[in-house]
């Protein structure tokens, strides 16, 4: 079975331009979350979503932040425009159902530097 | 809101048992739930726990007090493979996960 694939895996940009990111979580999997992990620290909750529905976005930026996830399955995330401080990894999971949220499954996240 | 506290660091030798507490304060806890996560990679998902007690899965145990809003995660039998970040992760009544700062767990030869 083939796990959460997200592109790209790194990303360099300048601060004031956009950038956006590309979730594809395990096939069968209903809930879809997006997190942003700064260094050495645990990932923050950026949006949750069941099927296609954002169930939970009240940590998502919105001036500056949007995500989608039309269909219920693949989803982009979407920084415009970038501050020196999105400067993190950001980490999009999947798991089975609302009630899994306990075992989310990882993608190996993007690696996102805004000079 | 949640609140979760773990050791920063911790250092042992291989073949050592390693015990990591995490102390919360949460409004609607359902469970707490444990990932490991190596240097540059994705965390994984090592355990869960919503009832009072003790969970075995290998080398790795957790445990959970309700009451005294305390768990902790044991790696026993010590490798260098376990050389890692570990994160403890609180399971709330809205179904969200919510991480805490993390332990990374050094094993020396």
């Known amino acids: 079975e083939a796990g959460v694939v997200q592109s790209p895996r790194y990303k360099i940009i300048e601060k004031k331009q956009p950038v956006a990111f590309w979730c594809n979580p395990i096939?069968?999997?209903?809930?879809l979350y997006w997190y942003r992990q700064n260094l050495g620290q645990g990932p923050e909750l950026l949006i949750r979503y069941e099927n296609e529905e954002a169930v939970d976005d009240s940590q998502l930026p919105k001036d500056r932040f949007s995500a989608e996830r039309l269909k219920g399955v693949d989803s982009t995330l979407k920084i415009q425009p970038a501050e020196l401080g999105d400067s993190a990894v950001y980490l999009c999971?999947?798991?089975?159902?609302?009630?899994?949220?306990?075992?989310?499954?990882f993608g190996p996240g993007t690696r996102l530097t805004v000079t | 809101g949640q609140s979760l506290e773990q050791p920063s660091e911790v250092t042992a030798v291989e073949g050592a048992i390693v015990q990591i507490n995490c102390t919360y304060q949460?409004?609607?806890?359902?469970?707490l739930s444990w990932y490991q996560q190596h240097d540059g990679g994705a965390p994984t998902f090592l355990s869960y726990?919503?009832?009072?007690g003790l969970e075995e899965t290998g080398r790795f145990s957790s445990f959970l007090s309700r009451s005294d809003s305390y768990g902790y995660l044991l790696l026993q039998e010590l490798q260098m493979k376990d050389s890692a970040s570990y994160f403890c992760a609180v399971r709330d009544n809205d179904y969200k996960l919510s991480f805490g700062a993390g332990t990374t767990v050094t094993v020396r030869a």
């Open positions: 949460t409004s609607g806890f359902y469970g």
């Open positions: 726990n919503a009832l009072d």
């Open positions: 999971a999947s798991s089975k159902d609302r009630d899994r949220t306990y075992e989310q499954y």
């Open positions: 096939s069968g999997h209903n809930t």
